[in-house]
C-alpha cells in the first residue's frame, strides 16, 4: 500500500544516480531502532484494550499512515476512528484504500483478543457508514468479552515477522502450488478471490508489470497525486524516528542531499524530466525479476466489502511470512483519480473483474527474496500512546 517519490534539487536540478530511484527504498543507514520499538513492545502482557491495539497498529496500511484514533473512555470498549489529516484525498479520494487498512487492523486486533482468551465483539460503522467520502464518525466499535474456548489463529506468531518486501525478487523462485494453496487457505470464509498468476502464466504476470508501470508513470506525472507522496517522505534518522509513520527514506545520498538543503520537496518535475526517467528505471530494476503477482476481488466495493478486503490481505500477507513469501502491494492501477482511470480499466479487465460489479482491491507482487538476502526492515510505528485517545 505505498508509493513512492522523485528526488529534485534546489534550485531546478535533478539527482540523476541511481540510488534515488527509490522505488526500492534502500535502507542504508537502517530505520532508527526507537521507531520500530512498536514491533517488540506488542507482545508485552498488559490491559486487554492495549493489549489488542498494541498488536492491530502493526497492520499493513496505506502510505503507512496509521490513520487509526482508539477512544477508550468505556471500560471494556473500543471506539475506532480516523484522524482525517491522515487520509490521503489526492491518490484514495474515496477512502477505499484507508478502509482497507482498518480491515488490516481489525483482523489483527481480532487475533489479538483470541490469543487471550477474548472474543472481539466487531461493529462496523456503529454511527453509519460513510457515503462516497469518509468523515468523521467511528468506523468501528470493539467490546471483549472473555471466551474460555478461544483458539489462537496459527497465524497470529507471524505479526511480528509480518513485512512489506519492495526489493528485488528471485525471478528463479516462483511461488509453489503448495505455498499458494496455503495463501487460499488463508482467507478461506472472507468475501474475496484471490488470484494468483505465477511460473504458469508468464504472459500475465508480463501484462500485469506494464500496466503497473504505466499507472506509476502517470502518478509519477499527475502533481497532486506525486506531491501527496513527497509531503509524507520522511528522511533520515532524526524525521523517521520524530514522524514514526510515512515513507522512510535513508539511503546517505539522499540523506546527505537533505542535509545540505538540497533536497527541495516543494517542486514538481516535468514528465519528461531525468526524475521521472530515474524513477520508471528504479521500478524496472525491482520489479523486472517479479515472478508473480496476486490481487483480491471483491464481488461489489461497499464499505464492508473493502474491510473484508483489508482482513483478506493482512492474512495473505501472515500466511506469507510463515512460508518465507515476499510481498508488495502495487496499487497505482487501483486508484481511482481521474487521470489512472485507464489503467484502473485495464487491469480491471486483465483480471477477470469487469466494472462495476467487481473491484479489484488489491495488487501485490509475491516471491521469494534472493538466496541470502536480508528480509526488510519494519516499517516505523508511532505505538500505543499516538493511537490511545482517552
Known sequence: MQRRAFLTLAGGGTILAATTAWFAAPQVFGVPPTAIAAWREAAAPGEIRRFVLAHALLAPNPHNMQPWIADLSTPGEILLRLDPARLLPATDPYGRQIMMGVGGFLELLDMAAAARGQRAEIRLFPQGEPGETLDGRPVAHIRLHANPAA???????????????????????????????????????????????????????????????????????????????????????????????????????????????????????????????????????????????????????????????????????????????????????????????????????????????????????????????????PAPRRGLSALVAA
Open 151 to 377: 483458539v489462537a489463529d496459527p497465524l497470529f506468531a507471524q505479526v511480528a515477522a509480518r513485512r512489506t518486501d519492495r526489493s528485488a525478487y528471485d525471478p528463479a523462485r516462483p511461488p509453489s502450488p503448495a505455498e499458494i494453496a496455503r495463501l487460499h487457505q488463508a482467507i478461506a470464509g472472507l468475501p474475496a478471490r484471490l488470484g494468483i498468476a505465477g511460473a504458469d502464466d508468464p504472459t500475465r504476470v508480463a501484462a500485469i508489470r506494464a500496466i503497473a508501470r504505466a499507472a506509476w508513470r502517470t502518478e509519477l506525472t499527475t502533481e497532486p497525486a506525486m506531491m501527496e507522496s513527497v509531503r509524507v517522505l520522511r528522511v533520515g534518522t532524526a524525521e523517521i524516528d520524530r514522524h514514526r509513520d510515512g515513507i522512510a527514506l535513508t539511503s546517505p545520498f539522499v540523506v546527505a542531499m537533505s542535509k545540505l538543503g538540497l533536497f527541495d520537496r516543494t517542486s514538481f518535475p516535468a514528465a519528461d524530466s531525468a526524475a521521472v526517467k530515474a524513477q520508471l528505471d528504479g521500478f524496472d530494476t525491482v520489479t523486472a525479476p517479479t515472478p508473480a503477482y496476486l490481487w483480491l476481488v471483491t464481488e461489489g466495493n461497499t464499505r464492508p466489502l473493502q474491510i473484508a478486503a483489508g482482513r483478506a490481505y493482512a492474512r495473505i500477507n501472515l500466511a506469507g511470512a510463515a512460508l518465507a513469501l515476499a510481498m508488495h502491494p502495487n496499487q497505482q492501477a487501483l486508484q481511482e483519480y481521474p487521470e489512472v482511470a485507464p489503467h484502473h480499466q485495464a487491469i480491471h479487465t486483465l483480471l477477470d473483474a469487469p466494472t462495476p460489479r467487481f473491484t479489484v482491491q488489491m495488487l501485490a507482487r509475491l516471491g521469494h527474496l534472493p538466496q541470502g538476502a536480508a528480509p526488510a526492515d
